[in-house]
């Protein structure tokens, strides 16, 4: 099927963001859910959609309808239906469109178009009017409609998406023009740029006085617990918290917009053994219920003393995965079944935490994670703050980019900034949350660093309430030597590859030595933290044995991790592995990659490679209080 018209010359314009008007709203960022006071309806499903080859969506009018009669899924990438590699590569301005019904007994109410994510910016219009435009492609964001929209009739929805890469954007890149007069990015980023409505959208109606926020804080006394809380509502009525565990048994109850619940006996969140209180919250208008939101909140401490990670006051040691949002077909797309498959994986293979790398992960991952116990590391998308253009050739070169001393960087930091007040706000509540990584593998290289990291690692401190530690993890060129940020993360985390992009093949012998020699280094600082291996890893292409071994078989790769066991097993301060990656996962094309990285322990189609034994082998003997 062919979609394309004719590519332009000179390639869209980029798509102009207003966040004023996204910033002023302050966001809810509650997840979408029904309630005796609130409606849902979830609108995924075949939209229209068109890709503007030429940049001509907005002069000619496609918010009040874009042309042809093309449709694909929402939720999913767009890039990976298609046969032509043009329309795969697309970088620019693409359009979907679809109608809306929206119900006459919802007059009284306010009526949003909640998109869980459009990667990476777009803009919303509603009925031929513009309502919003979102900067980020990760993150949540609301279209109020309640000024255009018609009653008990069919609303037309266009969103205007853009994928475009550059240096203020995140994730980073630059987007080209070739002689073709056709765009491509380049990513500084080592996965596909997938793009579209990836995440759900959903029609959601709440009551003009709503619940906007609530926020909780658990301390520990004995065997009790106490949940400091808060909520903000849109108006003066009085609120209510009710909770209730598992059972369904009514716990305890507070009234107040601020205050803290005592839950005695409290049954607590613990790593692989998860418990859930059902928070009910209400507006109350006499006995009458102006709004009601319930979330199921586990109730935990998390925090770092010495180098220990301390869990309601018990030592763990996290066993896991970097990731990726990536399958077939879909790409980045939301895929529940896949979601199932993975954490099932996960368990399978005695693992108990990962790494939202690079990116924050679709609200139902964080969601299951509290259900099933996973600790997660929770990452924004600060990747590709190094330029590096063929993958990663240049992350081991020791070479600074100065990336910190563009003239871009102060959009880039309120990008920055705007996504992790987003994140936080989105995902705080979550007992699976541990950690917030900052960035991924930044140039930390030159002191330009230094004040950009400062304000990040201050602003998470000031809007997270449960105070949680604050990492980013630094690849080798963020040396013991040369790292001018790493004082700032509350624990280590290391992005390392001795033996694969430093000293492979052969050569891998020297691996060890050297991996021990950066770790005392760190030491002989005098750092006195967790350290985490948040990557670690080599390419394997599945099916590819060889004794004796070389690189990319199934023999090396086993190799390669017994170094990186002997390592983490005689060092004190390390209390955590988390290999690179979880699964397959599709990248640019090029000379690193063999359709997509091949580090996975799992296929792209979640099957085990060789190297998933050896994990399920190790994993499942390491008691969750590992060098406790
Ligand atoms: N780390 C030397 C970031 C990931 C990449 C991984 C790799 C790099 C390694 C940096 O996003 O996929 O090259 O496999």
Request: net charge neutral; glycine share 8%.
């Given at each position: 099927m062919k979609i394309r018209q004719q590519?332009?010359?000179?390639?869209?314009?980029?798509?102009?963001i207003n966040r004023r008007r996204v910033v002023a709203m302050k966001q809810s960022m509650l997840y979408p859910r029904g309630s005796a006071a609130r409606r849902v309806v979830d609108l995924g499903g075949m939209w229209k959609f068109c890709l503007d080859w030429d940049g001509k969506g907005d002069t000619e009018g496609w918010k009040d309808g874009i042309p042809g009669n093309e449709k694909i899924p929402v939720p999913a990438s767009f890039n990976d239906f298609y046969t032509d590699k043009d329309i795969r590569e697309f970088a620019g301005d693409f359009w979907y469109e679809t109608e809306v019904f929206v119900p006459g007994e919802w007059k009284d109410m306010h009526v949003d178009l909640r998109f869980a994510a459009l990667t990476h910016r777009g803009t919303v219009y509603a009925n031929g009017q513009e309502i919003i435009s979102h900067e980020g492609g990760f993150l949540p964001f609301s279209a109020r409609i309640d000024d255009v929209v018609r009653w008990n009739e069919k609303n037309l929805v266009v969103v205007k998406g853009n994928n475009e890469?550059?240096?203020?954007?995140?994730?980073?890149?630059?987007?080209?023009?070739?002689?073709?007069?056709?765009?491509?990015?380049?990513?500084?980023?080592?996965?596909?740029?997938?793009?579209?409505?990836?995440?759900p959208v959903k029609l959601v109606a709440v009551p003009k006085e709503y619940i906007e926020d609530f926020t909780v804080n658990h301390r520990l006394d004995g065997a009790d617990a106490y949940v400091d809380y808060q909520m903000e509502t849109t108006g003066e009525h009085p609120v209510t918290v009710e909770v209730f565990d598992e059972s369904g048994s009514f716990v305890t109850k507070a009234e107040g917009k601020a205050g803290t619940i005592t839950i005695p006996n409290a049954r607590l969140w613990e790593v692989r053994d998860a418990y859930l209180y059902r928070f009910v919250l209400k507006i109350m208008d006499g006995d009458a219920v102006l709004d009601e939101y319930e979330e199921e909140i586990g109730i935990r401490t998390f925090e770092i003393k010495g180098n220990s990670f301390l869990l309601n006051g018990h030592p763990v040691y996290l066993k896991g995965f970097g990731k990726h949002e990536d399958s077939d077909i879909v790409g980045r797309g939301y895929n529940p079944g896949v979601i199932k498959r993975d954490f099932e994986l996960m368990?399978?293979?005695?693992?108990?935490?990962?790494?939202?790398?690079?990116?924050?992960?679709?609200?139902?991952?964080?969601?299951?994670?509290?259900?099933?116990?996973?600790?997660?590391?929770?990452?924004?998308?600060?990747?590709?703050?190094?330029?590096?253009?063929?993958?990663?050739?240049?992350?081991?070169?020791?070479?600074?980019?100065?990336?910190?001393?563009?003239?871009?960087?102060?959009?880039?930091?309120?990008?920055?900034?705007?996504m992790l007040e987003d994140l936080i706000r989105r995902d705080k509540n979550h007992a699976c949350v541990i950690a917030w990584s900052l960035f991924n593998e930044p140039d930390t290289m030159s002191e330009s660093a230094v004040p950009y990291f400062a304000d990040i690692f201050a602003k998470a401190r000031e809007l997270d309430v449960q105070k949680r530690p604050r990492t980013f993890a630094m690849e080798l060129n963020s040396s013991p030597e040369k790292c001018t940020c790493y004082q700032f993360s509350d624990f280590l985390c290391f992005n390392r590859y001795y033996g694969w992009y430093l000293l492979g093949g052969y050569e891998m012998q020297d691996a060890e030595e050297a991996f021990r020699a950066e770790l005392d280094a760190w030491l002989a600082?005098?750092?006195?933290?967790?350290?985490?291996?948040?990557?670690?890893?080599?390419?394997?292409?599945?099916?590819?044995?060889?004794?004796?071994?070389v690189q990319w078989s199934a023999e090396y790769e086993l190799e390669y991790l017994k170094i990186y066991e002997r390592v983490f097993d005689s060092y004190d301060c390390i209390k955590g592995e988390q290999v690179w990656n979880f699964a397959d996962f599709q990248t640019v094309e090029g000379i690193m990659r063999v359709n997509g990285n091949k580090k996975g322990i799992f296929t792209r189609q979640r099957q085990p490679k060789t190297a998933a034994y050896y994990f399920k082998n190790r994993w499942e003997k390491l008691p969750v209080d590992y060098k406790g």
């Open positions: 590519p332009g010359r000179n390639g869209s314009p980029r798509l102009k890469l550059s240096f203020t954007s995140l994730p980073a890149g630059i987007t080209q023009t070739l002689k073709s007069g056709k765009k491509m990015v380049r990513p500084f980023f080592d996965f596909f740029n997938y793009a579209g409505i990836q995440r368990k399978w293979i005695g693992a108990n935490s990962f790494r939202t790398s690079h990116y924050p992960y679709s609200e139902e991952i964080y969601q299951m994670a509290d259900r099933e116990g996973f600790l997660v590391i929770d990452e924004v998308p600060a990747v590709g703050f190094f330029e590096s253009l063929v993958n990663f050739v240049d992350a081991v070169s020791g070479k600074s980019t100065n990336f910190f001393e563009r003239e871009t960087v102060p959009e880039l930091k309120k990008n920055h900034l705007a600082k005098g750092v006195d933290c967790p350290f985490v291996f948040t990557e670690y890893g080599c390419d394997n292409l599945q099916g590819e044995y060889k004794l004796p071994s």
